[in-house]
Structures are given as C-alpha cells and as structure tokens.
C-alpha cells in the first residue's frame, strides 16, 4: 500500500516535469498547429456587427488577431476592438487609445503540445475548458469541422479544423455574437514586422 501511495505522488509530478514551454518545443520543431501559417477573415454577426481577422506564422506559435464589433448598449451604438499578439506562451493585448500593452503568459498550449501530436492539442484543451464534441461534423468553407459545445458558459459552440476555430457562437452579456469565417488562405508569407509591438508603446501595469 505504501508503495502505491508514492507512485501516486511520484507519477504526477513527472508528468508535470516533462512539460516544456514553447520555446523549447520550438527549438525541438514541435508545432502548435498542423498548419505552418494561414490567415483567416472572419464576420461578426447576431447581436453585434464586425469583423476579425487572424494570421499566423511558425506553425501557430506567432499569431496576430485583431477584431472590431459594434453592438447597442443602453440604446447607444458602441464599438469594442481587441488587437492580440501571441509570441510563444506570451499574449500582449494593445490598446490603439494610449499606444500601451498588457501581458500575461498562457501555458496551455505549450503544455499539451509537450505530448500530443498538433491535431490532438486543440481537441485536448477544448475538453478540458468543458466542451463536448459532437457526433457529426460540419462543413464550412470546404472545410470538415468538428463541433464543439459548452453548457452554461459564455463560450456556446466552436466549429474546429485542425486546431484552428472557423466559427463560433458566445454570449456577451445577453447578446448571442456569432463569429464565421469567410476566407481561409494557408502557406502566407506574412509582411515583416507584423507580430511585433511599435517601438512606442508602453507596457501597462
């Protein structure tokens, strides 16, 4: 029994040992996505009108997404606009208003990329944030998405193909927002010096 009990505890901690950040993974080629870059357009609709667009390099580890979106507050139209940059485990949120960034470090995935083969990483994550895969797949864009749902949280329905989401459904406040792409262009050359931060922005504490 005894020893049962410290294989219990060995075993976890092993496991938690063995994962890299995504730094070491780069230099070992171990990829994010199956996909080493592509750019996505996507359109805002339902409760809110927009668009969004995401590009990406180095098999997803690189990755700009801006995004604007106007909806009704109080009866005033509002617009809400996000630009995020992801280097690695690191994401920077950019404020145009005040030329300042913020920045937080997100392991997910580089912690399940540390074991799994790019086309299980996404589905991994997604199970453990509660989604529920289901039975049948969707086509969209001449693309076979698998459909994932979430019960009682913002988050309603992602539509996924190889790790990259092509649509999906989420409520903002009472406003049900669908997100769907309508253009997908794989094996880009992005412009150089897109996925960095101008000069002049400051970091916000």
Known sequence: ???????????????????????????QDMKKYAIESA???YKISGDAEGEENMIFKDYGWTSLRTRSMTFELYG???????????DGDFVY???ENDS??????????????????????SEAILFSMGG???????????KTCQVYTFEGK???????????????KAKLGDRLIE??????????????GLFEIPSYYQEKK
């Open 1 to 27: 029994m005894k020893l049962i009990l410290n294989l219990l505890i060995i075993l976890p901690v092993v496991a938690l040992a063995q994962a890299q950040t995504a730094e070491e993974l780069r230099t």
């Open 39 to 41: 750019e996505i357009a």
């Open 76 to 86: 005033i139209s509002s617009t809400q606009t996000l630009i995020e940059l992801i």
């Open 93 to 95: 949120r950019l404020s």
């Open 100 to 121: 300042t960034y913020t920045m937080k470090k997100d392991y997910k995935w580089s912690q399940q990329a540390s074991y799994k083969e790019p086309d299980l990483v």
């Open 132 to 142: 529920q895969q289901t039975e049948a797949d969707s086509l969209l864009l001449g």
């Open 154 to 168: 913002a988050l309603r329905e992602l539509w996924v193909w190889k790790g990259l989401v092509m649509k999906r």
């Open 179 to 192: 997100t769907i792409a309508t253009k997908v262009e794989v094996d880009i050359t992005p412009l150089e």
